[in-house]
């Protein structure tokens, strides 16, 4: 696998059954919690158990946690879909706070819109303390398309783009289509303000919740990680924090280049004051890098 380009976009719910060794939290390593993207799952051995493995393997006794929300690979799986992102940030804060290992505070890794829930659960659940989020191609501003869906999904994603262009603000599809919990139409902006029930919200688009902002900061490092040959993610300054500028669909800005930032709604100037933004870019498609990429930029993070 050393050389080899890792492709985290394969869909199919693979069972893997595998007794993981129980390690001592406290052994000089920060526990890490990883969340899989669209189409995948917490095991699937070609992609988010693939990564936990190589970081156990780099790094002798971690404690890493691959989220599966649900209770098997195939709920997970389907809930990347279709579980409201408010309920499953709620269930994943529960999750952490009832794991002895994670009292210490942890690491975060999120690929894909599991970066976007991640960060809901910095800002939400202060306890046990987030350290680092690294966000591996991430929508921090949503989508607006789905150019092209991940792996063997194709179907579902079909459907997923006609039930957006319909009426992606509509309450009974914001509630049931994760995708549009992060759908961001630029054309629109005060339907997507008023009604995104999730990321409009984490965004402090319809007001500033001090307690987001107050908790995004206690990070120590905000990781986001940009995809520069990105086919799925539209616009791909989503993973920078960018977006499409409000009223067209063509121009883009970047986080500093926009009302967030510069009214700092959320943080995040601050934080970039204090050194506490990295803004990383590799070549590639959607969350494919190399092992060697993998181990010179990100795993310096986790030790
Ligand atoms: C740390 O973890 C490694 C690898 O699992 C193990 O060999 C070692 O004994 C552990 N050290 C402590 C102090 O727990
Ligand atoms: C702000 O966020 C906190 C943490 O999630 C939440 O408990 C609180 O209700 C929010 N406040 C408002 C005004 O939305």
Request: proline share 5%.
């Amino acid at each position: 696998m050393a050389a080899a380009l890792l492709c985290f976009l394969l869909a199919g719910p693979v069972l893997l059954v595998s007794g993981s060794p129980v390690y001592d939290s406290n052994n000089g390593t920060v526990p890490l919690v990883l969340w899989h993207g669209m189409g995948d799952n917490c095991c699937n051995p070609l992609s988010m158990g693939a990564i936990k493995k190589m970081i156990e393997e780099e790094i002798p006794g971690i404690y890493v946690l691959s989220l599966m929300i649900g209770k098997n690979v195939i709920q997970d799986t389907e809930n990347g879909f279709f579980m409201d992102v408010n309920e499953q940030v709620s269930e994943v804060c529960g999750q952490l706070a009832q794991d002895p290992k994670l009292k210490g505070g942890y690491n975060a890794m999120g690929f894909s819109q599991g970066a976007q829930f991640l960060r809901a659960v910095a800002q939400r659940c202060p306890s046990p303390p987030m350290k680092t989020l690294i966000s591996v191609g991430g929508q921090h501003q949503g989508v607006y398309g789905l150019p092209r869906c991940p792996g063997e999904s194709s179907d579902i994603c079909d459907m997923i783009r006609k039930a957006l262009n319909s009426g992606a603000y509509s309450d009974l599809i914001q509630k049931h289509l994760v995708q549009a919990q992060y759908w961001h139409d630029p054309l629109n902006d005060d339907l997507y303000k008023k009604h995104s029930l999730f990321l409009a919200d984490i965004n402090q688009e319809r007001g500033v919740n001090e307690t987001y902002k107050k908790n995004l900061q206690l990070l120590e490092k905000f990781v986001m990680v940009k995809f520069l040959q990105d086919t799925v993610v539209d616009p791909v300054d989503s993973e920078w924090f960018g977006f499409l500028k409000t009223g067209q669909a063509k121009e883009t800005e970047t986080l500093q280049e926009s009302v967030l930032y510069k009214e700092d709604r959320l943080g995040l100037a601050a934080m970039d004051k204090a050194g506490k933004l990295f803004f990383l870019a590799t070549e590639g498609d959607h969350l494919q890098f190399t092992k060697k990429w993998f181990d010179a930029n990100l795993l310096p993070y986790l030790r």
